[in-house]
């Protein structure tokens, strides 16, 4: 890896001449995560339309710098494309340059790469620039006759994005299926997974062989109408909610969940909607109250015959694993990861199953 | 308010007390016994833990570090790096929980720990505060309020004494925090356990674990030997003679059990290197001394990406994997 001052600069471990450039924001076709982009709403890596800063703004101002900072980061999303070329480049300028607590670089500003060959996803590396760097230029090997896929960093916001390769970069035609969308907090925006490509929206969009729209945020998720409300404009094969951690108090949580999922129901009549409780590996007594809340809404959709689950966390790993699978209770390493990415991927294949959509 | 200097209470220490720099530090061996190369790779604190017993429902933690080893460490948390991570567990049959951790992002640090929230009232509970891999500690002080109890985690006459010997995994290389280091990990598993961990950040680990293992006496004590299983750009038959020199020495000086454990692996390289491994343990007759884990070998692309990052370093997860399997061989 070289790290240079500016985007501009040429590398010197790379004769660039060598290669082909094209800038990512110009090429959304190879875009995946970033439903916006793909409108020709947004340049660069929008996720959202402009109505939930306008809430956040609103109803919780103390937070608006959060909101800015983790609305911008690029977790969920990924590029994919094929190239006859035997050498990928990347050239990149992050707006972070240091680490976050808890996690790896290789998450937060990880580059997570996969090959595709036949439905098959083979990992074969992983890069982010070191502590205290944020432009930089990065080589890796590929395999012509397989599609590139990039996981983008879960906690960092890419402010330029350059492919540089031997021959053209050419997008994918994928089958037409619709994302799967997930709404929740900082454990589903990734942290804690050892690099991005294994927080469980991705596990999830490598198991189903599918786009994923995540829309976590880490803090700042409160269940906003005006995100119920942009949700309600994508065409979605399924949800995934999972935000009760950063309710302040049981009062906001009970004065915001029910009307979030509501409001969501009122576009998406009939996809599959999956509630997760919280996840609480120190066993926090708050929480177990928060679940009710949670619960409660389940107990609402089932019986309106709603196509809705619900998945208990807890239930999920052994009890003598706590310890296991999270840094600090809540925040999954992989055992968590993997574990909540099999139970919804099985719920959504046992749902399409049962309920095909139209 | 009592409060405890961890450096005049070494027994509250999982490691030793000794000097770097004309300062006390802990660290998990004798800075004397490791002198011998660069600071780069010599262990550190990693590996090394605070451990007792309490009823408190706060604990105040002062703590400084030094000697912060920057660098190029994507696949160390920054918070096992520099930071501390702790767990609790209830007496009485209850199970470790981990609890939080933090960044360290000065030298000194403050940390108040609440536990209202998940502690019963009056419950007594063990405490283990793991120590970061890529500094020393310097100073550090627990503080409880004057109606609790505090004391440390004392091990039985009977504890088994485990040394962990290996290179940048067993050092810390692939965590989140280090409540996910190997040694830790069988530290929670096992806490009767006098556990040390001697690695060395780097791939070319095995002249520094025989080095060190040759120069210390008290290598005769161990009762088990963790020994970490490193291929990265070894021709096989250096690398078979490294390990028949280790384990003869070990075998010849000790009663311990040398458990041998590999980074999970689908490669069909490591599998030969596994099966070169076998069949030493085989031909020298040793079976009874020396047991492989051989089941880190993976079956499935799926596993490996959820244990590992490349072949070169596990995840948490993948270490939570290897504790299984060693423990197995344990129980």
Not at chain 2, 30 to 58: M, T, W
Request: proline fraction near 3%; aromatic fraction near 14%.
């Amino acid at each position: 890896m070289e790290y240079l001052n500016k985007i501009t600069d040429k590398a010197k471990s790379i004769d660039e001449n060598q290669y082909k450039w094209i800038n990512v924001f110009d090429f959304p076709e190879i875009i995946y995560g970033f439903p916006f982009v793909s409108m020709g709403n947004y340049t660069g890596f929008q996720k959202y339309n402009d109505n939930p800063r306008k809430e956040i703004e609103e109803l919780y101002p103390d937070l608006i710098k959060q909101y800015n900072n983790f609305s911008s980061q690029s977790s969920g999303g990924f590029l994919k494309f094929k190239t006859a070329s035997k050498k990928i480049v990347i050239k990149c300028e992050l707006k972070r340059k240091y680490d976050y607590m808890k996690m790896t670089l290789w998450n937060s500003s990880g580059f997570d790469v996969y090959e595709v060959k036949n439905g098959k996803y083979i990992h074969k590396t992983v890069f982010a620039p070191k502590s205290g760097k944020s432009i930089f230029c990065n080589r890796f090997a590929h395999d012509p006759e397989a599609e590139a896929l990039i996981f983008l960093p879960n906690y960092n916001e890419i402010l330029n994005l350059y492919i540089g390769s031997e021959d053209d970069i050419v997008p994918v035609s994928s089958v037409n299926r619709p994302a799967i969308a997930f709404y929740g907090n900082s454990i589903t925006q990734g942290c804690a997974a050892s690099r991005s490509g294994n927080c469980f929206a991705n596990i999830v969009s490598r198991s189903l062989d599918n786009e994923v729209y995540n829309f976590s945020m880490s803090s700042c998720c409160k269940g906003l109408l005006s995100i119920a409300d942009m949700i309600g404009m994508l065409n979605l094969r399924a949800l995934i909610i999972d935000f009760s951690r950063n309710a302040e108090s049981l009062e906001e949580l009970e004065k915001n969940y029910l009307p979030f999922y509501k409001r969501i129901r009122k576009y998406h009549s009939n996809i599959p909607v999956i509630l997760l409780t919280t996840s609480n590996f120190t066993e926090h007594r708050i929480f177990s109250r928060f679940d009710n809340v949670i619960i409660g809404t389940y107990n609402y959709a089932k019986e309106n015959n709603h196509n809705t689950f619900l998945i208990d966390q807890m239930n999920l790993i052994e009890k003598d694993c706590y310890d296991l699978c999270s840094v600090d209770g809540c925040h999954y390493n992989e055992m968590g990861m993997y574990r909540v990415a099999d139970e919804i991927v099985r719920i959504i294949k046992e749902a399409e199953q049962s309920n095909p959509l139209k | 308010m009592p409060v405890f200097d961890i450096f005049e209470h070494p027994e509250f220490i999982a490691g030793c007390i000794s000097c770097y720099n004309n300062e006390k530090v802990i660290s998990s061996v004798p800075i004397s016994k490791v002198e011998f190369d660069s600071y780069q790779i010599i262990p550190k604190s990693g590996g090394c833990y605070i451990h007792f017993l309490s009823n408190a429902r706060n604990i105040k933690l002062n703590y400084r570090i030094s000697a912060f080893l920057g660098g190029y460490f994507p696949h160390i948390g920054i918070t096992a790096q520099r930071g501390i991570s702790y767990s609790y567990r209830l007496l009485d049959n209850g199970f470790w929980r981990n609890y939080d951790c933090t960044q360290s992002k000065t030298d000194d640090n403050e940390v108040v720990i609440n536990l209202n929230n998940v502690i019963p009232k009056d419950a007594y509970y063990e405490f283990m505060i793991f120590l970061p891999v890529n500094c020393f500690i310097t100073g550090f002080s627990v503080s409880v309020s004057d109606d609790a109890q505090i004391k440390p985690y004392l091990k039985s006459e009977n504890s088994k004494k485990a040394l962990f010997l290996g290179g940048v995994s067993t050092y810390g290389v692939g965590i989140n925090t280090t409540q996910f280091l190997l040694s830790n990990l069988i530290a929670r598993r096992h806490a009767d356990f006098e556990i040390q961990n001697v690695s060395f950040n780097t791939y070319s680990y095995w002249k520094y674990i025989e080095r060190y293992s040759k120069g210390e006496n008290s290598i005769v004590l161990t009762d088990y030997v963790f020994l970490e299983l490193s291929f990265h750009d070894t021709d096989k038959q250096i690398y078979i003679q490294n390990l028949k020199s280790l384990l003869e020495f070990y075998i010849a000086n000790s009663n311990a059990k040398v458990i041998l454990w590999i980074i999970p692996s689908i490669d069909k390289a490591v599998a030969d290197y596994v099966n070169a491994t076998e069949e030493l343990i085989a031909s020298e007759n040793i079976s009874s001394r020396v047991k492989l884990c051989k089941s880190l070998l993976l079956d499935s692309e799926r596993q490996a990406d959820m244990y590992t990052y490349s072949k070169n370093y596990a995840n948490d997860y993948g270490n939570v994997f290897i504790m299984q399997e060693i423990d197995k061989i344990l129980r």
